[in-house]
Structures are given as C-alpha cells and as structure tokens.
C-alpha cells in the first residue's frame, strides 16, 4: 500500500469530519480512484462522481472521462468537490479552479502543494516527476506559488474554514525536505 496515500486519507477526513452529512461528491482528477473508495467505504461522503481526463489501467472506481476544459456539470451540482494533487496538473490551475468552485453548492477541499523558493520548486517537479511518470501524466509544473490560489476561491464566493500547513504526507527525512510543500484545505460556499 502506498504511505503518501495513507497519510492523506485522514487528513481529508479531518477536513470533512465536522460537515456531514455530504450529499453529492464530485472527485476531480479522480486517477484510479483510491481517495473515492476510500471516502466512501468509511461513508465520509455522499453518492460520488469520479472525473479524469484519463483513464488508467487498473481502476477502484471508473471515471467519467471529458476532454479537460470545461466540466460537464450544471452550476452547483456537488454538494461537495474535491481534488487530491490534481490541479498543479492543470494547463491553468486558476482557470480549472474557478470551474470546480462553479460546480460546487457547499464544501471545496483541495490537497495539492506551494512553494516559496526556487529549491522548493524543484523539489516539486522532481517529485512529480518520480510520481506520475509511470503513469504516464504530464508533469506541467503549475505550482501554487504561496497561496496564488487562493484568491480565486474567494472570488467565487467561498470562505477558507481549514488550512493544514505543512501537511504531513512523509515522515522522516523526506517529511522534512517536503512537508512544508504541502497543504490540504477546506473551503465553504458563502
């Protein structure tokens, strides 16, 4: 089993622990759809839709596949959204961060990474490198410099309720050099 995944997993359900019940869920970037099954086997959220540009060989839970522009859904359609280390993937992460928050009624959480320094950049790309190349994504390095992003969460009416940072996916060594390049938060419509 994968250690990064296993630290997430609660660090998410820290963030949703508080606002249930969830009704609809829209998992952007959904990958094999581990965080999916996972969710909803210890039932932290509501009937789930699973949302990638790809599909991947050996799936927990089968995406629906669109063409990575515009999301295929109504304004307001999930009661909750979410994206795990999805949106840095993103030719334009504010662009596909303001469809997401369109598609939102209530909850937003977000799991990706920010850096402040060059190093911390690098870090990031060789990181992702080593990550997702055997899966055959793209690394397009669109990082969140600090919180670039978060503004745009604001502009689209949502208040930030949670921040974790840094977000604790490694341990040891690796968790020293690269924790700080990780966040996890939640945000609510307003």
């Known amino acids: 089993m994968n250690p990064y995944r296993q630290r997430i997993l609660p660090i998410l359900q820290q963030l949703l622990a508080e606002r249930s019940p969830i009704g609809t869920t829209l998992d952007f970037g959904s990958g094999d759809g581990w965080f999916a099954s996972h969710l909803l086997q ?7 839709t699973a949302i990638d540009v790809k599909r991947r060989d050996h799936v927990f839970l089968e995406p629906q596949l669109y063409d990575g522009s515009r999301l295929p859904f109504t304004d307001r359609a999930f009661d909750l959204c979410y994206s795990v280390d999805v949106l840095h993937h993103c030719p334009d992460p504010a662009a596909s961060l303001r469809d997401l928050a ?4 209530r909850l937003f959480v977000l799991k990706d990474h920010t850096w402040r320094t060059r190093a911390g950049r690098y870090g990031l ?3 992702d490198e080593l990550g997702n190349r055997k899966f055959g994504i793209p690394c397009l390095y669109e990082y969140q410099y600090k919180w670039d992003w978060f503004p745009v969460m604001e502009d689209a ?8 940072h840094p977000a604790v996916c490694h341990t040891g060594l690796m968790g ?13 419509r307003t």
């Open 102 to 105: 369109r598609c939102t009624n």
């Open 125 to 127: 790309a060789i990181l």
């Open 157 to 164: 009416g949502f208040r930030l309720v949670k921040l974790i």
């Open 42 to 48: 210890k039932k932290c959220i509501g009937p789930l």
């Open 176 to 188: 020293k050099l690269t924790n700080a390049l990780q966040f996890a938060a939640l945000w609510e």
